[in-house]
C-alpha cells in the first residue's frame, strides 16, 4: 500500500515536472532518465552517490536529498532563480544564503562564479550534510557556513523541526515530531558590516521575520537583488517600502519583465539599481549544463 501511494505521488507531482522543465524543452526524457538511473541505484542498496554537476562542481547524493537530487535530474532545479544568480553574480561579490539547506546556492555562487558566500542553515542534520557537500566542492575557504537560526532580532534558542527534510521550519513546544534548540540572531547582527549583492531566502514561511531583522542589509548600496521564497502581502510590502520591485527572468533571453502572476519564488530587485542589473545579466558569461547552453 505504502509503495502504491509513492507511485502515485509521483505520477501526481513529480512526473509532470520530470518532463515539463524548461531547461529540457527539447529533451523531454533526459531528467527522467536520471531520475530512473538514480532510483535504481538506491534500489540496489546503495546509499550516496558523487555526480558531476555543473564544470567542475560535485554533487554528493544521499537517498532524500530533495534539493541536490533535483539539481542531478534537472541542472539547475529551480532554473529561473539559479539561472538569475549565475548570470548575476561576479567574482568580487558577496551572496548570502539564508536557508542554505544542503548548499545548491551557495555551491553555484562560490564554485561557480567564484564570490565569497555566507550560509546559514539552523538544523544540525542538515549543515552536517550541507558541510559535507561544500567540503568535497573544495569550497571551505569561499562558503563561511553558520549552524544559526536567524530571525528578528537574538535570541537565546528556538525550537525547530529536525524530522522534516528541506521543510524544516521553527515550531512550538506542542510540536509532536523530532524537535531540537538551536541558537538565533538576525541578519543585521551577523552580517551588518558586510556589502552582500545578493540574498537568497527561503525559510519556510517566516521571510517577514528575517527581513525584520535585516533593515540595515536592505539599506545597503551593494545589495542589488533578493530572491526570496514564499510571498505574503506583509513581505511584498516591506521590500516595497525599501525600494525592491518584483521581477520574472528568462535565462534564456537574458530578460527581466515586472511579475505578472503568484509564483513560489521571487526576485526583486533594488529599483534604482535596475539598470546595474540588467548590464550584469547581458555580459555574463553563457553556461553549459549537461550539454544545454543559456
Not at 505504502?2 to 502515485?8: A, D, L, R, V
Not at 540574498?199 to 533578493?226: C, H, M, P, R, T
Request: hydrophobic share 40%.
Amino acid at each position: 500500500m505504502k509503495k502504491f501511494k509513492k507511485i502515485i505521488n509521483f505520477l501526481i507531482y513529480s512526473f509532470p515536472t520530470l518532463i515539463n522543465h524548461p531547461l529540457w524543452k527539447t529533451k523531454r526524457l533526459s531528467p527522467l532518465g536520471r531520475f530512473l538511473k538514480l532510483q535504481l541505484f538506491f534500489l540496489l542498496g546503495e546509499k550516496e552517490l558523487c555526480v558531476k554537476w555543473v564544470d567542475d562542481l560535485l554533487l554528493y547524493l544521499k537517498q532524500g536529498d530533495t534539493g541536490l537530487t533535483g539539481n542531478y535530474y534537472f541542472g539547475l532545479h529551480e532554473f529561473f532563480d539559479m539561472g538569475f544568480l549565475i548570470h548575476l553574480i561576479k567574482k568580487d561579490d558577496l551572496f548570502i544564503d539564508i536557508g542554505a539547506n544542503l548548499g545548491s546556492y551557495s555551491q553555484l555562487a562560490s564554485g561557480l562564479c567564484k564570490c565569497k558566500s555566507v550560509a546559514f542553515e539552523p538544523v544540525p542534520t542538515t549543515f552536517k550534510r550541507l558541510y559535507e557537500n561544500i567540503k568535497i566542492n573544495d569550497l571551505i575557504g569561499k562558503v563561511h557556513l553558520r549552524n544559526l537560526a536567524l530571525h528578528n532580532e537574538k535570541k537565546e534558542k528556538i525550537l525547530f523541526s529536525i524530522d522534516k527534510g528541506p521543510c524544516n521550519s521553527i515550531v512550538e513546544s506542542s510540536y509532536q515530531g523530532e524537535k531540537k534548540f538551536v541558537e538565533v540572531s538576525s541578519l543585521d547582527i551577523e552580517c551588518g558590516s558586510f556589502d552582500p549583492v545578493l540574498l537568497k531566502i527561503d525559510v519556510e514561511g517566516f521571510e517577514e521575520n528575517i527581513l525584520k531583522g535585516a533593515l540595515k542589509i536592505l539599506q545597503k548600496d551593494s545589495l542589488l537583488a533578493i530572491i526570496i521564497e514564499g510571498q505574503t502581502k506583509n513581505v511584498n510590502n516591506l521590500l516595497s517600502s525599501f525600494g525592491f520591485e518584483d521581477f520574472n527572468y528568462d535565462p534564456f533571453k537574458r530578460k527581466l519583465k515586472y511579475c505578472d502572476k503568484r509564483t513560489i519564488n521571487k526576485i526583486w530587485i533594488k529599483k534604482e539599481k535596475l539598470k546595474i542589473v540588467k548590464e550584469r545579466l547581458l555580459v555574463s558569461k553563457k553556461r553549459i549544463i549537461y550539454g544545454q547552453k543559456f
